[in-house]
């Protein structure tokens, strides 16, 4: 089989319109554009190639090393995209077979589709009428939004952010989402799959097995929760219409909705009575008076001898306060509060504010969620609100995975 080394435009250019015998064509140089991909023949784009703009009808067999295309769009299609490539910007009718190993595709948008996305690969952005077939292994979707659609999240995949009129129709496995807000839609959580915050008027459909939802907020509805779900916390004016089977679910607000509490649910209710319909196994308890002792008892699993991990949910352009703007939560450092006020009696102010789980940051502020370390004696806990404490001191450690 012939093989030629493309190292400029000019010599692509140059190429036939077909060629008599299968010919492998590897590009290695800078490059304008692909616009036509000769019959006959592989085209491959590796090494530190760069491409502007790959469109009309070109065909890439694979994009691989650390290659650059800047632009795929029209109706080009990219079979592989692996190793540490990077396509800035899939557009059009433009389809990506498969992206793996850490491959890096920044945005994905129009009625682009990318068929797969597995191993350590991220995709950035998935907006318009975007296609995700399927998201898997530990590959990473940072945003979804507009009218995107991803079929499937399975594995230890993570989406970061769900938002506008985007809908996930299955996650599963391991899988993990951080936010899902808006109009969002996820038509199915299962296996052991996370849902860390679910607010707006984001709609989930089915929650089953022994999958969790962190924290459901605001407007909020899940159709169903059954098997062995568990929903952490449920408050707002948020809506399940169903729950059966052996779930449990942990209600926070009075105007919280449960339309139907069937076989074997638990529904607890702490510090509050919305109106439900009967049932053997709702749980009323009075508002929890808390301290640091039982702070820590309740959260022993983030402890670690004298330190306990808590979550900080920050600015995701600047990786500051939400609040001030001014404080800044930058990797490895040490950050401390300006204004430290030690009064247990005090809920807000006087301190860095930070949550025990993911989750719940997302209900102060939807940001970024960092993981920070933070010393036994450097925060101090509101008695009657665990669902942040304030701190002192604390050690930024990095991005929530």
């Not at 930070?354 to 806990?381: A, H, R, W, Y």
């Amino acid at each position: 089989m012939k093989e030629i080394i493309i190292k400029t435009q000019k010599q692509l250019d140059e190429l036939p319109e077909r060629f008599k015998k299968t010919t492998v064509i590897t590009i290695k140089g800078d490059l304008t554009e692909i616009s036509r991909t000769p019959e006959n023949c592989i085209l491959f784009v590796s090494d530190s190639a760069t491409i502007k703009s790959v469109s009309d009808s070109a065909i890439i067999e694979s994009v691989s090393d650390s290659a650059t295309i800047k632009s795929v769009s029209d109706s080009a299609t990219i079979k592989s995209v692996y190793n540490s490539a990077t396509i800035k910007s899939v557009s059009d009718s433009a389809t990506i077979e498969s992206v793996f190993d850490s491959a890096t595709i920044k945005s994905v948008y129009n009625s682009a589709t990318i068929k797969s996305v597995s191993g350590s690969a991220t995709i950035k952005s998935v907006s318009d009428s975007a296609i995700i077939e399927s998201v898997y292994n530990s590959a990473t979707i940072k945003f979804v939004y507009d009218s995107a659609i991803i079929e499937s999240v399975s594995g230890s995949a993570i989406i970061e952010s769900v938002y506008n009129s985007a809908t996930i129709k299955s996650v599963s496995d391991s899988a993990i989402i951080k936010s899902v807000s808006d109009s969002a839609i996820i038509v199915s959580v299962s296996g052991s799959a996370i849902i860390v915050s679910v607010s707006d008027s984001a709609i989930i459909e089915s929650v089953y097995n022994s999958a969790t939802i962190e924290s459901v907020s605001d407007s909020a509805t899940i159709k169903s929760v059954s098997g062995s779900a568990i929903i952490e916390s449920v408050s707002g004016s948020a809506t399940i219409e169903s729950v059966s089977g052996n779930p449990v679910v942990r209600v926070y607000s009075p105007y919280v909705n449960i339309k139907k509490i069937l076989q074997e649910s638990v529904v607890i209710c702490q510090g509050c009575k919305p109106k439900l319909p009967k049932h053997k196994n709702i749980i009323y308890t009075k508002k929890a008076s808390y301290n640091k002792k039982t702070f820590l008892d309740i959260y022993s699993g983030n402890v670690k001898k004298e330190k306990i991990t808590l979550y900080k949910s920050v600015n995701p352009e600047t990786e500051k306060d939400f609040w001030s703007g001014t404080i800044h939560y930058k990797d490895g450092t040490t950050v401390i509060a300006p204004d430290w006020d030690n009064n247990k009696g005090r809920e807000c102010g006087g301190g860095l504010h930070l949550s025990p789980m993911p989750g719940l940051t997302q209900l102060f502020n939807k940001g970024k969620i960092k993981v920070c370390e933070v010393n036994k004696k450097d925060f101090v806990v509101y008695p009657f609100n665990i669902k942040k404490v304030r701190c002192r001191k604390v050690k930024v450690i990095g991005d929530y995975k």
